[in-house]
């Protein structure tokens, strides 16, 4: 029978003791700092100054918010541009002419201050700069034009009211009133508690009109409402420039235009065609509510400030940009493919929507071509209200998508079924207008022939 060494196993004692106080270390360790990243998810923001409700400098809430800053700055510059912000579609942080990339659009918006200067916006950073630079109605510019674009803006509002501020030409604004920050920080947040607000009044007037309370909104829906309340359709009030949105019908095309019909609202008469025509502005939300994301409970924030981490930080990006510009924040989150697929994906359908925007405009310049000519042979204002009626149907159809900044991503069905209704519209109209010159016997069949 072996003796045991005593050698050995105080050798083995020690070890097994050491084994054993490394591991309580790690383990300290380790509850240490769970414990100090739970506390330090908890305090996400340290306040160490007082920032006034709506305070519109964004450099005011840097010392209390210096990640949510630091992002937001970007969107001042985005580096890179998608393919379709090339061409002045949407996005992007570049000034490029719309018309100038697509010089169709001079005869689209004939008569129409956007047919002279129609510019792809550069982001939020740039929001009064850009406003500011458009040459549409030069000074002229009514309050109702800046409604969007500075926090400035609803602090104007509660102080006075909105139809005072609507009332107020921009160029007082900025002299008298001091206008200068574009949207930032106090457009959407409560500076004591971080709650997100809608301050402009047009958004919670449709809403209720529709009968929607939105103060009710859970923090998922307020984090869309927050975008909605500018990223929409609208119209000024004739008589006192009120700004409201066309959504007392519904969200459709079909619906705003009902409601404009209603209302006979008219933004300008076309100087070829003569139709009466309406000039839609960026429906994002509209298109979005038809879509799969919006069905899904995706919002707005989701796909363009998707959540990020700053070391054990869950903190919103407030970069905000197209999604393809980060792929794996924005839509790996919910999708199991690749970023080469999903970006794909999203390329296929812009593609898509972009060829059919393109017929869509070959058939409406037609449609006003053969207007045009049947004003030549003789046709009379009454004979060509059915062509003129359906140049309108037409118009206001590609310009819901056309104007609309996703290039169609947002409801890809709906995208392309209004798209194709544009263009049976176009061709109604010009095969009316091509009637009419069979009527007065002045068919030109070189038109034809194009």
């Known amino acids: 029978m072996s003796k045991s060494n005593p050698e050995r196993g105080g050798a083995l004692t020690w070890i097994l003791f050491l084994v054993s106080l490394v591991g309580v270390l790690l383990i300290v360790s380790l509850l240490t700092d769970i414990f100090e990243k739970k506390q330090e998810a908890r305090y996400s923001y340290i306040k160490t100054q007082e920032i006034a409700f709506g305070e519109p400098n964004p450099d005011n809430w840097k010392a209390n918010f210096p990640r949510e800053y630091a992002a937001y700055m970007k969107t ?3 580096s890179e541009l998608t393919k379709y912000a090339k ?7 570049e000034s490029i002419s719309k018309l100038e990339k697509d010089p169709r659009m001079k005869r689209l918006f004939a008569g129409y201050a956007f047919g002279i ?43 006075h009211s909105p139809k005072e501020f609507y009332n107020t030409p921009v160029k007082d604004l900025v002299e008298k009133h001091g206008f200068q920050y574009s949207i930032s920080c106090g457009d959407c947040h409560d500076a004591a508690t971080m709650e997100l607000l809608v301050r402009r009044p047009a958004y919670i007037e449709a809403q209720t009109r529709r009968g929607m309370d939105i103060a ?29 949105f066309p959504w007392d019908k519904g969200l459709s095309i079909e619906a705003i235009e009902a409601y404009y019909d ?13 139709a009466k025509l309406v000039k839609i502005q960026h429906p994002e939300y509209e298109l979005w509510s038809s879509g799969i994301h919006s ?52 390329t296929e359908i812009q593609d898509r929507t972009y060829e059919m925007m393109d017929r869509a405009e070959l058939a409406l310049i037609a449609a006003i071509d053969q207007i045009v000519a049947a004003k030549a ?34 409801s890809p069905q709906e995208a392309t079924r209004i798209l194709g209704d544009a263009v049976d519209d176009a061709r109604q109209s010009e095969i009316s207008a091509i009637k009419l010159q069979d009527k007065h016997g002045k068919v030109d069949i070189a038109m034809l022939s194009k």
């Open 216 to 244: 009710k909104n859970d923090q998922n829906l307020k984090r869309t409402d927050a975008c909605a309340q500018c990223h929409v359709e609208y119209y000024w009030q004739k008589e006192d420039k009120y700004l409201t």
């Open 87 to 93: 061409y002045g579609r949407y996005g992007g942080s």
């Open 377 to 410: 042979a003789g046709a009379t204002d009454d004979e060509l209200e059915e062509s003129r009626k359906f140049h309108r149907r037409a118009h206001i159809r590609w310009d819901f998508v056309s104007a609309e900044n996703s290039m169609g991503f947002h």
């Open 117 to 159: 200067d129609y510019n792809e916006e550069r982001g939020h950073m740039n929001a009064v700069p850009d406003m500011l630079a458009i040459k549409r109605l030069g000074d002229k510019k009514p309050g109702s034009c800046m409604t969007c674009k500075s926090p400035q803006v609803p602090l104007f509002m509660e102080q």
């Open 262 to 274: 209603s209302i006979g609202f008219t933004d300008w008469v076309h100087a070829e065609s003569g």
């Open 76 to 78: 001042v510059k985005t």
């Open 295 to 346: 069905r899904s409970g995706v919002g707005c924030a989701d796909c363009h400030m998707p959540y990020t981490r700053d070391g054990s930080i869950k903190v919103t990006d407030h970069w905000i940009r197209s999604p393809l510009m980060n792929v794996t924040n924005s839509c790996l989150v919910c999708h199991r493919d690749s970023e080469e697929e999903m970006a794909a994906r999203v």
